[in-house]
């Protein structure tokens, strides 16, 4: 079966009677893209982002669209006809709302399903690790497979910070070891950490969507619930999760943003051992210092500091010596 993507550009005042008329077509399911809110969640988020890729900011530059998907049928046409004297029609009784332009492009259920898994294939991190998308065969060569579906909108293993996170993982955890993943997506390192050898993990994000991605992905790595827990909350201020999560962790892991890690680590030094390791990533390396800092206040001492492709990560204990920096 074949898509259309229907697109209507218009301005932030036409986007309410714009999805008005295609409702009453009975066409829902919208995407709507608009520069000004965008502009607006940037600002309002501020604390959950350090960078905004340039293209992802060219492509919303002046954005105001609707886009909705119909067959390429005789119906589908049918409603494509229909949307389009909607729309001269209401170009006509307000042309405040123009453009109102509306263009086509096809698509294979299979390039809007599926196409993004294209660019996920087996990758070989640190020495030990290598991650492979379940949808693919791989030989894992003596390493330790780690299979993950991570969906469209959870971790990978592909960015630079959750490479960091992963390759430091592989140096610090050891069997028996209990691990606390925050922020954890997918839950691709609390479950790399548990095949690394750990006893048990215990897995949080602000996002309620990556508890099931989480515990969906460890399934697929033969990992139950008797060593992995999944939940959502926030950690700073959910006294009920803080409850059930306790403490005395050996390892924590936090690869979020500069700011949510300053926030942070004042925290972590209660849910950790008094040997433990704190291991942060998803740090822009502008902020560089500025996190190091707040870990140094909060009484840790970065044993190690890595680099790859403009991101950071540190690797944290408490009361010790700073040790050195390397870049991947």
Same mark, same amino acid.
């Given at each position: 079966? @074949? ?95 123009? $453009? ?16 993004? @898994? ?14 492979? $998308? ?5 030989? $894992? ?70 508890? #099931? ?29 803080? @409850?059930?999560?306790?403490? #005395? ?19 972590? #030094?209660?849910?950790? @051992? ?55």
């Amino acid at each position: 079966m @074949k898509w259309l993507a229907i697109h209507i550009d218009t301005v932030p005042a036409g986007l309410e009677p714009v999805e008005a008329a295609l409702s009453t077509l009975g066409i829902d399911g919208l995407v709507i893209e608009d520069e000004t809110d965008f502009r607006r969640f940037l600002e309002q988020n501020r604390q959950y982002w350090d960078y905004v890729d340039e293209e992802l900011d060219r492509s919303m530059t002046g954005k105001c669209r609707i886009t909705f998907y119909v067959e390429e049928s005789e119906s589908g046409f049918g409603q494509v006809a229909a949307v389009r004297i909607a729309m001269a029609k209401l170009k006509e009784d307000h042309p405040e709302y123009a $453009p109102l332009l509306m263009t086509m492009d096809g698509m294979e259920d299979a390039d809007w399903e599926n196409n993004w @898994k294209a660019f996920y294939k087996p990758m070989e991190i640190g020495e030990r690790l290598i991650v492979i $998308p379940d949808w693919e065969e791989a030989d $894992p060569r003596g390493r330790i497979a780690l299979r993950m579906n991570p969906g469209l909108t959870f971790g990978t293993g592909s960015h630079a910070t959750t490479r960091l996170c992963l390759s430091a993982l592989e140096k610090t955890v050891r069997p028996g070891m209990r691990v606390l993943d925050l922020g954890c997506g997918s839950g691709i390192l609390s479950i790399a950490a548990l095949l690394l050898g750990a006893e048990g993990a215990f897995a949080c994000d602000i996002d309620e969507k990556a508890v #099931g991605v989480a515990y969906e992905n460890a399934a697929l790595n033969g990992i139950g619930k008797d060593r992995y827990t999944v939940r959502a909350g926030d950690v700073l201020t959910d006294t009920g999760l803080q @409850k059930e999560m306790g403490g #005395g962790y050996d390892v924590v892991a936090a690869n979020i943003v500069s700011d949510v890690i300053i926030a942070l680590a004042p925290a972590v #030094g209660r849910l950790m @051992k008094a040997d433990g390791w704190f291991l942060t990533s998803g740090i822009i390396d502008s902020r560089e210092e500025e996190v190091r800092a707040a870990l140094e206040t909060a009484g840790f001492a970065v044993e190690e500091a890595a680099a790859s492709e403009g991101w950071c990560s540190f690797l944290c204990r408490k009361g010790k010596e700073s040790g050195h920096a390397i870049s991947l």
